[in-house]
C-alpha cells in the first residue's frame, strides 16, 4: 500500500511540475476575424524627377542653336518627361511600387493589404474583405464585390 500511495504522490508531482513549466509558454490568442468594407485602390509614393544638367560649353563659344536657329538657353534641350501610364489593376500597382489599400467606411486612413494578389480582379470596386490584422497590414481571407 505503500509502494501505491508513493506512485501516485510522484504522478501528482510530476503532474504540478509539468502544470508550472507550461504555464509561461501559453500560446498567443488566436487573431479575430474582422471585415471591411470600401473601395479597392493603390498608392504610389512620388518619385522626383531628376533635372537633365545642362551640356557643358567652352569658355567663350557662341551659344549652341536651337532648332529653329535661335540660341538654346540651357536647359532647354532636355527631352520632356515621359508620362506615366495609368494603373489599371494590381500587377501594374505592384510593378511601379505601390501598394494595394482598401480605404475602410468610416475610417480617414488606409490599410495596406498584406496579399495583394488576392484583390486581383477587385480593382478599384468597392468590396467586403474579410481577414486578419497583422500588424499595421490586413491578411485577406475573403474578398466580395458589393
Known amino acids: 500500500m505503500r509502494k501505491a500511495v508513493r506512485i501516485c504522490v510522484a504522478i501528482v508531482a510530476l503532474c504540478v511540475l509539468a502544470e508550472l513549466a ?9 487573431p479575430t476575424e474582422e471585415t471591411l468594407l470600401g473601395p479597392i485602390s493603390c498608392t504610389i509614393t ?3 524627377v531628376p533635372k537633365a544638367a545642362p551640356a557643358p560649353q567652352a569658355p567663350g563659344a557662341p551659344p549652341a ?13 532636355a ?3 515621359a508620362v506615366p501610364q495609368p494603373i489599371t489593376n494590381v500587377k501594374d500597382c505592384l510593378s511601379s511600387g505601390g501598394k494595394v489599400v482598401i480605404l475602410p467606411d468610416g475610417f480617414t486612413a488606409t ?19 474579410s481577414g486578419y490584422r497583422v500588424g499595421e497590414t490586413f491578411r485577406v481571407v475573403s474578398v466580395r464585390i458589393i
Not at 507550461?22 to 488566436?30: C, Q
Not at 542653336?65 to 534641350?77: D, H, I, V
Not at 498584406?114 to 484583390?119: G, K, L, S
Request: no cysteine; hydrophobic share 30%; net charge positive.
Open 22 to 30: 507550461s504555464a509561461g509558454k501559453k500560446a498567443p490568442p488566436a
Open 65 to 77: 542653336a536651337g532648332p529653329n536657329g535661335a540660341p538654346q538657353t540651357p536647359g532647354t534641350n
Open 46 to 48: 512620388a518619385k522626383p
Open 111 to 129: 490599410v495596406e493589404i498584406e496579399n495583394p494578389t488576392a484583390m486581383i480582379g477587385h480593382e478599384w470596386n468597392r468590396v467586403s474583405v
Open 79 to 81: 527631352p520632356p518627361p
